[in-house]
């Protein structure tokens, strides 16, 4: 079966959850903020005119948790979330 633009993107955001996991367990409690919101190298979309492709990032973060068990991956991604829904009220661009 071929392979779509957005299983491409899943896989793409997987990679980066890898790279973000590996930063959350070496101490930085608030990095999975970075894939949530697209931040820098870790924008995940076909154009950042079509933005932050969000799901695939949930997609890559569930696909990347099912392949390790890794608890500390649900973790850093509620934390990341949190962080997130805390922001939201002291900024009004979320």
Partial sequence: MS???YDRL???AKFAVKQ???AYCSGKEIVYVIILTGL????VG???EEGHNNQ???DGIHQYYAETLDARVIEGYQ???YKLI???GHMKMF
């Fill in 3 to 5: 392979e779509t633009r």
């Fill in 10 to 12: 899943v896989r793409h």
């Fill in 20 to 22: 973000i996991h590996k």
């Fill in 40 to 43: 820098g190298d870790y924008f």
């Fill in 46 to 48: 076909i154009s950042p």
């Fill in 56 to 58: 695939a990032v949930i």
């Fill in 79 to 81: 934390a990341g979330i």
């Fill in 86 to 88: 805390e922001a939201s």
